[in-house]
Every structure is written in structure tokens, then in C-alpha cells.
Nanobody
């Protein structure tokens, strides 16, 4: 079992920035993919970004150029730097860990509003 704990969600004004963190613990495998998804009220959970253990990344078109995913393998932690935030980025952000199945964190709320 893998446990994931997210942090960093907050209320921010449009155009602002936030940095989310997700720390993994438990049965960790170095080759796992880690990433982020988000779910806005009344909508399905959508992919945001992922990063492999080797540092390869992939992003949803809606966040390309604004969000950056990174990871610290020594700390089993993945980060999501979010810049130029828009009201449409408002959602609960979930971290995930993928290795022979997917584990999810509990989510952290990001609200973009003036």
C-alpha cells in the first residue's frame, strides 16, 4: 500500500501562483509514475500532469505553459507549480501514484477567485 498526502491548496487571485506538494510513503518503487488530476464541482476527474521516475513529463493541453510538474525521488515527493492561474483551474487536486495499480491522495482544494 502507498499513502499519499497532498498540501499547498489555497485561495488565490486570478494570475497568481501556487505550489502543490504530494508526499508518498509505504511500499514505494522507484520506477513509479506520479502525477496530478483535478476535479471541479459537478465534473469528472481530469488528468493534469504526470512525471516518470526518469523525469519525462506530460501535461493536459489546458495547463501547458502554465503548470510545471517535478519530483524529488529521494523524498518520494512530487510537486505541481501552478502559474497564471485562472478561475477555470478551481478544483480539488489529487495526487496519484501508479505502479501495478493506482493510489490516490485525499485531495487539496485550489480556488482561483477575485
Amino acid at each position: 500500500q502507498v499513502q499519499l498526502v497532498e498540501s499547498g491548496g489555497d485561495l488565490v487571485q486570478p494570475g497568481g501562483s501556487l505550489r502543490l506538494s504530494c508526499a508518498a510513503s509505504g511500499r514505494i518503487f522507484s520506477g513509479a509514475v506520479m502525477g496530478w488530476s483535478r476535479q471541479a464541482p459537478g465534473k469528472q476527474r481530469d488528468f493534469v500532469a504526470l512525471i516518470t521516475s526518469g523525469g519525462l513529463t506530460n501535461y493536459a493541453n489546458s495547463v501547458k505553459g502554465r503548470f510545471t510538474i517535478s519530483r524529488d525521488n529521494a523524498k518520494n515527493t512530487v510537486y505541481l507549480q501552478m502559474n497564471s492561474l485562472e478561475p477555470t483551474d478551481t478544483a480539488v487536486y489529487y495526487c496519484y501514484y501508479e505502479w501495478s495499480g493506482i493510489s490516490w491522495g485525499q485531495g487539496t482544494q485550489v480556488t482561483v477567485s477575485s
